[in-house]
């Protein structure tokens, strides 16, 4: 693949540094940056990433549109009413938004699902550590796994010094309990995910995307 020409949003941030080491040493060009400090532009972007806040959704959904770029938004903490403008955008342009950008957590996901059709009666609990630094809470890969689910679901949130991002699906019937647990042990596995969504979309026509559709559709 040739190299493509990127935009960022929060590139500045944890999630930021992280892309733009890796998308560098896939020798991808960062074309477009903005953050607190303002934007910088050197030319249009072929894709456009946001790693931010929920409060820059409007600015980002300006500039996908001002750029006519694919969006890869990976920020937590939307509201419904954000998560629809989100779906809206994506009838303009082609859109990869998902709470978690990593392989593993797809595999917790699957394998919960199957658990708690498996184990009907049993209690379901999810539970999540993150690092001192996280904003929103309980965190977006928690709801995430929740709403696969499908049913109210007690989430537990702990904030603990550095953790990267931990959840535990855990299960109880009378006599034995069962958890699985997925840990990110760096920010790069998030990273590497969305080094995948860029591939996945630089090329797709207008419509709504997850992590699922792209590590589903390189298998
Ligand atoms: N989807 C995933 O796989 C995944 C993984 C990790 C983190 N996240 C999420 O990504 C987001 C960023 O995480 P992080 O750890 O990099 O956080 P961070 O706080 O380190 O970075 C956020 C960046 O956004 C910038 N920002 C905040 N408000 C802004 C504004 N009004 N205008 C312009 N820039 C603004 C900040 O200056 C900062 O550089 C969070 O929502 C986090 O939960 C998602």
Excluded: C
Aim: neutral net charge.
């Amino acid at each position: 693949l040739n190299k493509i020409k990127y935009g960022l949003i929060g590139a500045s941030g944890k999630m930021g540094k992280e892309i733009i080491s890796l998308m560098n040493e896939n020798e991808n060009e960062l074309v477009f940056k903005y953050d607190i400090d303002g934007e910088s532009f050197s030319e249009k972007p072929e894709v456009l990433i946001d790693f931010s806040l929920p409060a820059v959704l409007g600015k980002t959904i300006e500039y996908a549109l001002k750029f006519k770029s694919p969006l890869i938004i990976g920020t937590t903490g939307f509201n419904e009413a954000q998560l629809k403008q989100i779906r809206k955008l994506s009838e303009k342009i082609p859109v990869v938004q998902s709470y978690n950008f990593s392989v593993g957590m797809q595999m917790l996901i699957q394998s919960a699902v199957l658990l708690k059709e498996k184990l009907t009666d049993w209690d379901i609990e999810i539970s999540e550590i993150h690092h001192r630094f996280k904003k929103d809470k309980p965190s977006g890969t928690a709801i995430m796994i929740k709403n696969a689910l499908g049913r109210e679901v007690n989430i537990s949130s702990l904030r603990l010094g550095n953790v990267v991002g931990e959840h535990s699906v855990s299960f109880g019937g009378l006599g034995e309990t069962l958890t699985i647990t997925h840990s990110a042990l760096s920010r790069r596995t998030f990273a590497e995910g969305v080094l995948r969504a860029v591939k996945f979309i630089v090329d797709k026509e207008k419509g709504f995307y997850t992590i699922k559709d792209v590590l589903d559709k390189e298998q």
